[in-house]
């Protein structure tokens, strides 16, 4: 009998399939911890996401002279664009991974506006928990999801 994919064997396939990368995710074949059935795993692109905060390390540096409240508007609203996309199941690293580093860069353009910066990163972090949404994941598992679809009649 062939290997388990998502609890259905596999007929036919000799080992794993290739991980390749698709729609911004890589996507790459592991076994799950409960039953050792192989499983689809998803995280972001590491690449996309260097590009991502190149882009936004680049605005920061040409908004750093704008009001603390406007700037941290305008990453709370790029945030939450990212998390809308790369909100799923199993790609919390890489959520908490981009907040991070832009944290990381704002902070950097914070303590470049003086020459005596009063930004410390315990100061910083209770200023991001205000400001910043916090990671989370906003997309069911595709099964959930698909399971719902056929209990409505969509497909």
Same mark, same amino acid.
């Given at each position: 009998?062939?290997?388990?994919?998502?609890?259905?064997?596999?007929?036919?396939?000799?080992?794993?399939? +290739?991980?390749?990368?698709?729609?911004?995710?890589?996507?790459?074949? +592991?076994?799950?911890? =409960?039953?050792?059935?192989?499983?689809?795993?998803?995280?972001?692109?590491?690449?996309?996401?260097?590009?991502?905060?190149?882009? #936004?390390?680049e605005l920061l540096r040409r908004r750093r002279h704008w009001d603390f409240g406007s700037i941290g508007r305008w990453? =709370?609203?790029?945030?939450?664009?990212?998390?809308?996309?790369?909100?799923?199941?199993?790609?919390?690293?890489?959520?908490?991974?981009?907040?991070?580093?832009? #944290?990381?860069? @704002?902070?950097?353009?914070?303590?470049?506006? =003086?020459?005596?910066?009063?930004?410390? @990163?315990?100061?910083?972090?209770?200023? #991001?928990?205000? #400001?910043?949404?916090?990671?989370?994941?906003?997309?069911?598992?595709? +099964?959930?999801?698909?399971? +719902?679809?056929?209990?409505?009649?969509?497909?």
């Amino acid at each position: 009998m062939g290997e388990l994919f998502y609890g259905w064997p596999l007929f036919g396939c000799e080992g794993r399939p +290739d991980t390749f990368d698709f729609l911004g995710f890589t996507h790459r074949c +592991d076994k799950t911890r =409960s039953h050792g059935w192989y499983t689809i795993r998803r995280k972001s692109i590491a690449k996309r996401m260097r590009a991502s905060l190149a882009k #936004v390390k680049e605005l920061l540096r040409r908004r750093r002279h704008w009001d603390f409240g406007s700037i941290g508007r305008w990453l =709370s609203r790029v945030i939450q664009g990212w998390y809308n996309y790369h909100a799923i199941p199993g790609n919390m690293i890489r959520l908490q991974q981009f907040q991070e580093e832009i #944290v990381k860069a @704002w902070l950097a353009q914070l303590r470049r506006r =003086s020459q005596r910066h009063r930004w410390t @990163w315990d100061r910083m972090q209770r200023m #991001v928990r205000r #400001v910043l949404p916090t990671p989370k994941i906003l997309h069911p598992y595709p +099964d959930k999801r698909f399971r +719902d679809r056929l209990k409505a009649g969509a497909v």
